[in-house]
């Protein structure tokens, strides 16, 4: 009796499946044994700012769980552009991820052309914290509040100054919304990092300054600064006394540094999800999240897919920002 040949049609179905299968076996195989060697962390900022921190804190706590080391590499420059370039044209094997933060969502519309696609080159891991940004003064400049910056500033409409640790850094595109959610108009003052411009605030050379809250608080426990008001969604843990821009009349108003890892697209689903779960694992010890209060940040567990969501706002946030301000990079 002869063999009956099955149609063609579906002999092709056939072929493609055990095409599937055969493509999917080794990232499987890959998925179960990972790690089997050190993981890379790369960071684009320098080596001991709040960052690079919490990449070395996160990693070493993931470390531990998965026997293998977590190293961090430092790659400052280009607002970061040169870091994310290196992590999406790594290997996509899960073995060289990026933590990132606001910049990676803002940089596509500051640097024409856009020197990267988040979306498309990138795969989010896990969220893993929020810094608020805060509003500072010098304690003798005489803005005793909010309110009273709202008011001077829309009595001399561009009069009030304030300094920031650069062009497009996320406290200038931070006070940038919140003075277009009060209606007013201030005139930014960049500097190359916060240091610079605390210590002209604090020579009175100008009234106001932006940074993230830990850079702050040794002035303000100092009485140097007074600190107007926060940008995050609830009052800093470090600043328990200090208003929110949301509490300040400004219901749902928010801007904080975020920080979380991606890696490059092509990686498989099974080695992202497995790195998702380490970080949240990780979020969830006493020491990660004293070392992220100590920054002056909070973690923030959630989805990969809860990540993804909040890149795809900020960069819609950012674009338009930057086109009606007109906001250029350092």
């Known amino acids: 009796m002869s063999k009956q040949i099955p149609p063609r049609s579906n002999r092709q179905i056939l072929t493609r499946c055990l095409g599937v299968i055969a493509c999917a076996l080794p990232l499987l195989a890959a998925a179960q044994t990972f790690p089997s060697k050190p993981i890379k962390v790369v960071v684009g900022y320098p080596a001991g700012g709040a960052v690079d921190i919490v990449a070395r804190t996160v990693g070493q706590s993931m470390a531990g769980s998965l026997g293998q080391a977590v190293i961090v590499e430092n790659k400052p420059g280009a607002g970061t552009n040169i870091a994310v370039r290196s992590v999406i044209d790594a290997a996509p094997d899960g073995y060289t991820i990026l933590l990132a933060a606001n910049a990676l969502a803002a940089n596509m519309a500051l640097y024409q052309p856009a020197p990267f696609d988040a979306e498309r080159d990138l795969v989010p891991v896990s969220l893993v914290g929020r810094v608020p940004v805060v509003i500072a003064t010098n304690a003798q400049s005489g803005v005793a509040n909010l309110a009273k910056l709202i008011e001077m500033a829309k009595a001399k409409p561009g009069f009030v100054n304030f300094a920031t ?92 540094v975020w920080y979380g890892f991606v890696a490059p697209a092509a990686t498989p689903k099974p080695v992202v999800t497995k790195l998702h779960a380490e970080v949240q694992k990780a979020l969830q010890s006493a020491e990660v999240k004293e070392r992220m209060t100590s920054v002056g940040g909070e973690v923030t567990p959630g989805t990969a897919e809860q990540f993804a969501a909040l890149i795809r706002s900020e960069r819609a946030r950012y674009e338009k920002l930057v086109r009606e301000a007109q906001i250029k990079p350092d």
């Open 165 to 256: 640790p650069g062009n497009g850094s996320t406290p200038h595109l931070a006070v940038e919304l919140f003075a277009r959610a009060a209606g007013i108009k201030l005139s930014h003052v960049p500097y190359k990092g916060g240091a610079a411009a605390i210590t002209d605030v604090l020579g009175g050379q100008l009234p106001l300054v932006a940074v993230n809250a830990l850079e702050v608080l040794p002035h303000v426990k100092s009485g140097k600064l007074k600190v107007l008001a926060v940008m995050s969604t609830a009052r800093s843990a470090m600043l328990p006394d200090v208003p929110t821009i949301a509490e300040s009349g400004f219901p749902g108003f928010e801007a904080s």
